[in-house]
């Protein structure tokens, strides 16, 4: 009887536990999603550990990870942040290239081709311009390279549970890290009389420029607290 | 590289003209620039394969495509061959990681066979084998690599094909080097069979009517006719009648001490019986054959 009882509390503070780790993953991934520039409600991000368990808990009494999936639309200054600079030889800028997010959590316990593949068809299919797949477990290396073939129709993002669990930019020690339009990125560069590679970088897959879904030639202004020197700024390449 | 000159292909030409040795260009920002060139060709060429062989991949994983009457003991021709045909540019990592994706499919990591993959009830990271067998039998054994497979033979005819599989990458691969791939159970349901019988018939056929043609013609200028054929030897061969069912050969251990005198002198096996060396050394020194010792060594042959 004991032994039974045990048990039950056993599995059901494992339940508690796995609901308030998915909690801190879902608060992290919308906190991602807005500071990105994506319209969500305060309510969204900011969502009570109750009222997550209140939303995704299944018929099993555990959080079912399939419930969980959202998507947000660019906001107008995300739009503008994006926006191709008109210039002489090129005076029709092709519209920004930004659209609705996607984002989704996978309960299966290993991550493939097949996987991949069915999500890439969803993000197309729905004509999602970005999508982000939140894992329990990591990709095997054949699917992740599914990502770069479907690149022309829909960019995937991949993100494990376990990287989610703390938002790294509200770490104190992470400086903030601002994204500059096109248009700011050409003032910046005229303004030294740089070219952008002369510029220190960041790469691709450093965890703020994940957190932020950086490109590839875009610029980062990070402003840095000093004790001496109050806030001063630098700026980052993205490679 | 946005260029308004049409850049050349450096793929086309034999890969012994490295841009920076040929003297055709000129200036040192040509070379450079086809130098640059070259390498992005060959970075987008290996590229190009890797992503082939994610694709060959991804249909490996929906394999077999034929049905019920086939399985991995039986494959049908088709996936048999296309099988091989997708395997060409893998390495046996690439091949490993088919075999995961499989399994993450909740199939056996052969790709021709349609069984899903074993699930091992129980805990326990190991499993012992071969416990009722002979003790070379035995072995310990993962359990997470049993459970790549829907059964033992399914591991064999996987890990025949994987140690077939070429190391170099494929694009570092000569032209020669096409890996050719053999099935431990090849096709062999009777309407396969011969469908592969009419394709080889259909490859040599061309050239053997000509010849048969010409010979013809060429017997008939000779005035040969057909009672040249009579001198060929007419062979029939007869399956002898079994009694018993099939034995596998084996190293039979336990005799192998009693036959090391004479191993030496045994062809495939048998021992020829006019006289081992130490016989005749024995008539010899004796005069004539004779004596226990003999009979023993006789004995043995016999028994070979
Ligand atoms: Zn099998």
Same mark, same amino acid.
């Given at each position: 009887?004991?032994?039974?009882?045990?048990?039950?509390?056993?599995?059901?503070?494992?339940?508690?536990?796995?609901?308030?780790?998915?909690?801190?993953?879902?608060?992290?991934?919308?906190?991602?999603?807005?500071?990105?520039?994506?319209?969500?409600?305060?309510?969204?991000?900011?969502?009570?550990?109750?009222?997550?368990?209140?939303?995704?808990?299944?018929?099993?009494?555990?959080?079912?990870?399939?419930?969980?999936?959202?998507?947000?639309?660019?906001?107008?200054?995300?739009?503008?942040?994006?926006?191709?600079?008109?210039?002489?030889?090129?005076?029709?800028?092709?519209?920004?290239?930004?659209?609705?997010?996607?984002?989704?959590?996978?309960?299966?316990?290993?991550?493939?081709?097949?996987?991949?593949?069915?999500?890439?068809?969803?993000?197309?299919?729905?004509?999602?311009?970005?999508?982000?797949?939140?894992?329990?477990?990591?990709?095997?290396?054949?699917?992740?390279?599914?990502?770069?073939?479907?690149?022309?129709?829909?960019?995937?993002?991949?993100?494990?549970?376990?990287?989610?669990?703390?938002?790294?930019?509200?770490?104190?020690?992470?400086?903030?890290?601002?994204?500059?339009?096109?248009?700011?990125?050409?003032?910046?560069?005229?303004?030294?009389?740089?070219?952008?590679?002369?510029?220190?970088?960041?790469?691709?897959?450093?965890?703020?420029?994940?957190?932020?879904?950086?490109?590839?030639?875009?610029?980062?202004?990070?402003?840095?607290?000093?004790?001496?020197?109050?806030?001063?700024?630098?700026?980052?390449?993205?490679? | 590289?946005?260029?308004?000159?049409?850049?050349?292909?450096?793929?086309?030409?034999?890969?012994?003209?490295?841009?920076?040795?040929?003297?055709?260009?000129?200036?040192?920002?040509?070379?450079?620039?086809?130098?640059?060139?070259?390498?992005?060709?060959?970075?987008?060429?290996?590229?190009?394969?890797?992503?082939?062989?994610?694709?060959?991949?991804?249909?490996?994983?929906?394999?077999?495509?034929?049905?019920?009457?086939?399985?991995?003991?039986?494959?049908?021709?088709?996936?048999?061959?296309?099988?091989?045909?997708?395997?060409?540019?893998?390495?046996?990592?690439?091949?490993?990681?088919?075999?995961?994706?499989?399994?993450? =499919?909740?199939?056996?990591?052969? @790709?021709?066979? $349609?069984?899903?993959? !074993?699930? *091992?009830?129980? %805990?326990? /990271?190991?499993?012992?084998?071969?416990?009722?067998?002979?003790?070379?039998?035995?072995?310990?054994?993962?359990?997470?690599?049993?459970?790549?497979?829907?059964?033992?033979?399914?591991?064999?005819?996987?890990?025949?094909?994987?140690?077939?599989?070429?190391?170099?990458?494929?694009?570092?691969?000569?032209?020669?080097?096409?890996?050719?791939?053999?099935?431990?159970?090849?096709?062999?349901?009777?309407?396969?069979?011969?469908?592969?019988?009419?394709?080889?018939?259909?490859?040599?056929?061309?050239?053997?009517?000509?010849?048969?043609?010409?010979?013809?013609?060429?017997?008939?200028?000779?005035?040969?006719?057909?009672?040249?054929?009579?001198?060929?030897?007419?062979?029939?061969?007869?399956? =002898?009648?079994?009694?018993?069912? @099939?034995?596998? $050969?084996?190293?039979? !251990?336990? *005799?192998?001490? %009693?036959? /090391?005198?004479?191993?030496?002198?045994?062809?495939?096996?048998?021992?020829?019986?006019?006289?081992?060396?130490?016989?005749?050394?024995?008539?010899?020194?004796?005069?004539?054959?004779?004596?226990?010792?003999?009979?023993?060594?006789?004995?043995?042959?016999?028994?070979?």
């Amino acid at each position: 009887m004991s032994a039974d009882d045990d048990r039950a509390i056993k599995l059901r503070e494992a339940g508690e536990r796995e609901a308030a780790r998915l909690w801190r993953a879902w608060r992290t991934v919308h906190e991602m999603v807005q500071d990105r520039g994506y319209e969500l409600t305060e309510e969204e991000v900011k969502i009570s550990l109750d009222q997550f368990k209140a939303n995704f808990t299944g018929p099993d009494g555990t959080i079912d990870r399939r419930l969980m999936r959202f998507s947000a639309r660019p906001s107008d200054a995300m739009m503008i942040k994006y926006a191709n600079v008109p210039t002489a030889n090129n005076p029709a800028a092709a519209s920004a290239d930004i659209g609705t997010i996607w984002i989704e959590f996978l309960p299966d316990s290993s991550v493939g081709i097949k996987q991949m593949r069915n999500f890439a068809q969803y993000l197309a299919s729905n004509n999602f311009h970005t999508g982000i797949l939140v894992t329990n477990v990591n990709i095997t290396p054949a699917a992740l390279k599914i990502i770069p073939a479907v690149a022309s129709e829909t960019r995937i993002e991949c993100f494990v549970e376990q990287d989610l669990l703390v938002n790294i930019t509200h770490h104190e020690l992470v400086p903030k890290h601002v994204l500059l339009s096109k248009e700011e990125k050409t003032k910046l560069l005229e303004r030294y009389r740089l070219k952008d590679t002369q510029l220190p970088r960041i790469q691709l897959g450093d965890p703020v420029a994940r957190y932020l879904g950086l490109r590839r030639g875009q610029v980062v202004k990070i402003i840095r607290k000093s004790e001496t020197a109050g806030r001063y700024a630098s700026y980052r390449l993205c490679v | 590289m946005a260029s308004s000159t049409p850049l050349k292909s450096i793929l086309k030409k034999p890969p012994s003209s490295y841009p920076a040795t040929s003297s055709s260009s000129t200036s040192k920002a040509d070379r450079d620039r086809e130098v640059a060139l070259y390498h992005a060709n060959l970075l987008q060429q290996r590229k190009d394969v890797e992503f082939t062989i994610v694709l060959n991949m991804e249909t490996l994983i929906d394999f077999p495509h034929a049905g019920p009457p086939h399985d991995a003991s039986n494959p049908s021709l088709s996936d048999a061959r296309s099988f091989k045909e997708l395997l060409r540019p893998f390495r046996p990592s690439d091949y490993d990681a088919l075999i995961v994706e499989r399994n993450i =499919n909740e199939l056996c990591g052969y @790709a021709l066979c $349609p069984n899903p993959r !074993t699930k *091992e009830t129980g %805990g326990g /990271l190991y499993r012992l084998l071969g416990m009722n067998g002979k003790a070379k039998d035995f072995k310990v054994v993962k359990k997470e690599e049993l459970e790549k497979w829907c059964s033992e033979a399914c591991a064999k005819r996987a890990l025949y094909v994987r140690v077939q599989l070429s190391e170099s990458p494929a694009w570092e691969r000569e032209g020669a080097q096409t890996v050719n791939i053999d099935l431990l159970d090849e096709p062999k349901s009777e309407e396969d069979q011969a469908v592969e019988k009419m394709r080889n018939m259909h490859l040599n056929n061309t050239g053997d009517a000509e010849r048969r043609q010409d010979s013809a013609s060429l017997a008939l200028e000779r005035g040969e006719t057909g009672a040249g054929r009579s001198g060929l030897m007419d062979i029939r061969i007869q399956e =002898n009648q079994t009694q018993d069912p @099939a034995q596998p $050969p084996s190293l039979d !251990t336990e *005799e192998l001490s %009693g036959r /090391l005198d004479t191993m030496h002198l045994t062809m495939e096996g048998h021992t020829p019986s006019f006289g081992s060396r130490r016989q005749r050394r024995h008539e010899d020194e004796y005069g004539s054959p004779g004596g226990e010792d003999i009979d023993v060594d006789v004995d043995r042959d016999w028994r070979v």
